[in-house]
């Protein structure tokens, strides 16, 4: 684990001991991947090729499979219009985003865990023959560093190969990514685990790279926490503009840039792509679609639960035959959230009180 993220972490949790409903951190977060790029609305689809960037993210080392934890817990939410359960997933709207419509009685019960995500591989067998879904999905476990060159590791590997062997079939899918090696490896290792035949053409559109969100430069947002004295770094800056808005100077809108994404890219390329698409981003544009597409219901508050989006994880997107849109966050691991107290905790054998 690195240097800085022991320190966070220790100054986290010796808080915590002391106080355990009052847990604040006294350094900031690590490195949060740049963009050189500033590309704006560039549909034109092309070949994978260079310059991005992604968020605030935890060295790898601390991301293993075995110490992301195991959520028990879940609830049961029916899609169906007569469901008596609140439906955040049912987030129903006409293809021009500008009236809602019910979802038919006939859509089958999503499985949400504590967190308010469901599987990946859930919603795909849920799925009608007549309806379309693009899953957005953070990338799959990187090494250390932040570089558009930067590979997965081999755990990463594994846990986009596991995601694919749970959605086997014989449809073919379409497959997006922002062109950094890390989203082409985790989409190749996702059509691998799936047995496809021949590795797929991937689509690199550079809307996803990280920046769609944001008004300034991504490597400038941990400046911009410390000048408002969020102990957080980029990663609370970014959580508690996702909830609770604000930051005008650094961030748009979320719903309605969030809203401008889907029309401008979703549904102008949809005809272009297969019945299930797959869009491989990173977490500073991955994270605010999904809490966006939960109505602001996922659990990544990072302020609050130190949650943060997890590799693999996201928000499906389900375009029904009725023109109506749906919003699902979804998960390709055990969980779709990491929960930095929780890893810190486990692996010093510090028990919560």
Not at 56 to 66: D, H, I, K, T
Not at 294 to 312: F, G, P, R, T
Request: net charge negative; proline share 4%; with cysteine.
């Amino acid at each position: 684990m690195g240097i800085v993220m022991r320190t966070h972490l220790f100054a986290l949790v010796t808080v915590c001991i002391v106080t355990l409903n009052a847990c604040n951190d006294n350094s900031s977060n690590p490195d949060i991947e740049s963009s050189s790029s500033d590309e704006s609305l560039n549909h034109s689809w092309i070949p994978a090729s260079s310059s991005e960037h992604d968020s605030p993210e935890w060295p790898s080392s601390a991301m293993s499979s075995s110490a992301i934890p195991v959520f028990s817990s879940s609830e049961h939410l029916s899609l169906s219009s007569s469901s008596t359960t609140e439906p955040y997933v049912n987030l129903s709207s006409s293809i021009n985003q500008s009236s809602s419509s019910a979802i038919a009685e006939t859509s089958p019960e999503i499985v949400l865990d504590k967190d308010g995500f469901a599987t990946i591989a859930d919603i795909y067998k849920s799925l009608t023959p007549s309806e379309k879904a693009i899953f957005i999905i953070r990338h799959s476990e990187r090494e250390d560093d932040v570089a558009l060159e930067t590979e997965l590791t081999a755990n990463g590997i594994k846990m986009a190969q596991d995601l694919g062997a749970t959605l086997k079939s014989d449809e073919e899918f379409t497959y997006i990514t922002s062109g950094f090696v890390r989203t082409n490896e985790t989409a190749n290792n996702i059509s691998k685990g799936r047995e496809e035949t021949n590795p797929p053409k991937l689509i690199t559109n550079y809307d996803i790279t990280g920046n769609w969100f944001l008004k300034i430069s991504a490597d400038s947002l941990a400046k911009q926490a410390t000048a408002l004295g969020l102990k957080g770094s980029s990663i609370e800056l970014m959580a508690r503009w996702a909830y609770e808005g604000g930051y005008p100077e650094t961030f748009y809108e979320m719903e309605p840039r969030a809203q401008e994404f889907i029309q401008s890219v979703i549904l102008k390329n949809l005809p272009k792509w297969k019945r299930v698409s797959i869009m491989v981003s990173h977490d500073i544009f991955v994270m605010p679609l999904t809490v966006f597409g939960s109505q602001k219901k996922v659990a990544l508050k990072y302020y609050e639960d130190y949650h943060w989006i997890n590799y693999i994880a996201g928000v499906a997107i389900i375009i029904s035959d009725d023109n109506s849109i749906r919003y699902i966050p979804v998960k390709g691991a055990v969980s779709g959230v990491i929960d930095y107290l929780a890893l810190y905790m486990a692996e010093h054998k510090i028990q919560s009180k």
